[in-house]
Structures are given as C-alpha cells and as structure tokens.
C-alpha cells in the first residue's frame, strides 16, 4: 500500500516518519510533483496538481478538522475524503472557549485593569444564569465545549442543521430560528464548518440580534464573520468583547483594525491545534477498517462537512 503525504514543510518529515511507523506494511513518502500513483494521501490544503495526479486514490485524509479548504479544489471523483474527528482537539477547544467565557463572565479583563489603576473595587455579583452561552454548531467540537460549559454550571444552548433529539443542551434548529437562538445569547461562539451555507453568517443583521454587552467567540473559520460589521458593533459598544482566533487571511495583515481593537482578543489560530500522534493514530485505524472493507466517517461533499 503507497501512502503520499502533504503537510506544511516543517512537520512534514515527522508526518511522514510517524505515518510509516503506525502503518510498517505501507511505504510512506512525501509527495512531490509527478509521484507514482498511491492508494491513500494525508493531506492538508495540497495543491490542485497532487489531486490531479493521484488517480488511483482509495481515499483522502485531511490532517484538520474543517475540509474547506480541501472542498475548494477539484477533488477526484467517487474518492472519499475523511477528516480528523476532535484526535485531541476537542479539549484544546472547550479549554480556549471556557476561558473566554469565564473572564468575560467574571469581568477578569476589568479586573486586572485595575489592579494597573492600584483600585480596589468589588464588582457587582452577576448571575450565571444570565450568561447563557449559545454554540453555533453541535458537532465532535461543540459537543465537547457545551459539555465542559455545562460542568461549570453555564446555561447552553446549540445551533444546529438538523434535530438531535439525544442531545445533552437544548438545540435550535434551522436558519428560521437562528435570530431568536442568538438574541438570547450573552455568549455567542462559532464551531460551525464553512461552507456555502454558513459563510458570511456573522453579520450585522445577526450579531446586532445579540443583546448589548454580549460577546463573540469565533474559532471556526475567518470567512464566517463580516469583519467590518463586528468592529461596527465593537465600535458603538453593543458588543462588548470579541476573541477571535480565525481570520480571513492568516496571518492576519498587520494593518488590520483586530490588532489594535481594545475590545478584541486576537490568537493566531491556534485554539485547537492539530496533535500529530492522536492524527496519525486515527488515520491509520481508518486506512486498516477500509482495508477490511469496513464503513469509515466520510466528509459530505454536498453538504460542505
Ligand atoms: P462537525 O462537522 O462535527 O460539526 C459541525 C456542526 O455544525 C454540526 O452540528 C452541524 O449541524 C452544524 N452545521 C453545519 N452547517 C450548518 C448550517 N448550515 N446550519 C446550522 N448548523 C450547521 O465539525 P467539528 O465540530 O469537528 O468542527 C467544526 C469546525 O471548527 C471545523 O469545520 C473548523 O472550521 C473549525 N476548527 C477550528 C479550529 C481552530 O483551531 N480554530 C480547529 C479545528 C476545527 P448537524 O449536527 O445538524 O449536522
Ligand atoms: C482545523 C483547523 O480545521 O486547524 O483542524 O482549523
């Protein structure tokens, strides 16, 4: 079995020597232009040429979570695409969204602000029951910060495509019942995939629905946010507070207002890091149940996730 794998150049030696070690019977290479056919690529972003070339692929792993960026080139047809389902990224997530909410909820920037200030000011009491966290999709990712939200007693609430009747927090479904969904959020946080559906979706119409004071948390994807709406919103006070960890072009161009809003939190896309031995462990469990001709979880082309 011939494996081709590729990954941003300064991983891309370990990709590779930790592939060959978990899969010893396969041989394991880094792709470069005008490779021999493989059975299996581990890819992210790969250029079109490599989808082109490969045309006796049996399946196509995307070393992240979100596949846009894989849908948006020309994929071979009929070749499933699988994904890395959380692989450890789904407690980096609640840890990233939980601390958001917890200094927003506690008031910890105001805080430290005036510790600069030498004040001593006890802030009024506010009730966790009014910081109802709402989560814009209740996937492997959201599933696990509504999870460790609920563990500190924060109300929840998700946003869905389609009804979970199981679900563990109360879900809205569908486009019609978004605006209600978000008005009664005072924590707004987006885990929803990008695709056609979805991007754009945080704009002004939408986020002027959250109530003033509330905050943005957005760890999906840049396209998702209108910039320009958010720093409208974050400009006139109604939003109080943004954590962004996506944008739409990373790194984020060093003119952009995000770096110097004093009412936004920036990282560098960085709140779920892909872990490659979790990655490497769970490719290679899927590529042995094809080769046994067992059902894997495959990415929807035509639903974008
Ligand atoms: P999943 O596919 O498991 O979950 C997606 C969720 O979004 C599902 O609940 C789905 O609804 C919902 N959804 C999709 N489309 C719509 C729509 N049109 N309307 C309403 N709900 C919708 O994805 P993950 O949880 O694994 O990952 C989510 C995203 O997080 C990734 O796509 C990626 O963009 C981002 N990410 C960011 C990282 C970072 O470091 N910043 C790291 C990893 C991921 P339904 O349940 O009905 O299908
Ligand atoms: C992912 C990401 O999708 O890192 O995995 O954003």
Request: neutral net charge; proline residues 8%; charged residues 20%.
């Amino acid at each position: 079995m011939d494996i081709v794998v590729h990954e941003s150049s300064d991983e891309l030696a370990a990709w590779v020597a930790d592939l060959q070690a978990a899969l010893p019977q396969a041989r394991v290479r880094a792709w470069a232009p005008g490779a021999a056919a493989a059975d299996y690529a581990v890819v992210w972003a790969p250029p079109q040429q490599l989808l082109d070339e490969q045309t006796r692929l049996r399946a196509i792993f995307n070393t992240g979570a979100g596949v846009d960026r894989l849908l948006q080139r020309r994929l071979p047809p009929g070749v499933p695409v699988l994904r890395l389902r959380d692989a450890g990224m789904a407690v980096q997530m609640a840890e990233y969204v939980l601390q958001a909410v917890i200094r927003h909820h506690r008031g910890l920037d105001a805080l430290t602000a005036q510790q600069a200030q030498g004040q001593w000011v006890q802030p009024p009491v506010r009730e966790r029951a009014d910081c109802v966290v709402g989560i814009l999709g209740h996937g492997v990712l959201g599933q696990r910060v509504a999870q460790a939200l609920q563990a500190l007693d924060y109300p929840v609430r998700a946003w869905t495509r389609s009804p979970h009747p199981q679900a563990a927090v109360p879900l809205m479904v569908g486009r019609e019942a978004l605006g209600d969904f978000v008005s009664g959020c005072a924590v707004l946080v987006n885990l929803l995939p990008l695709t056609p559906d979805t991007e754009g979706l945080l704009d002004h119409a939408l986020l002027s629905r959250l109530p003033r004071g509330a905050m943005l948390v957005n760890v999906a994807r840049g396209a998702h946010l209108v910039d320009e709406d958010l720093l409208a919103l974050l400009d006139s006070g109604h939003i109080a507070r943004a954590w962004l960890d996506v944008f739409r072009q990373e790194p984020l161009p060093a003119a952009h207002r995000f770096w110097r809003h004093p009412s936004v939190h920036l990282t560098p896309h960085t709140s779920a890091r892909t872990l490659r031995g979790p990655s490497v462990a769970q490719i290679a469990q899927a590529i042995a149940a094809i080769e046994r001709g067992e059902p894997v979880p495959t990415v929807d082309p035509t639903r974008g996730y």
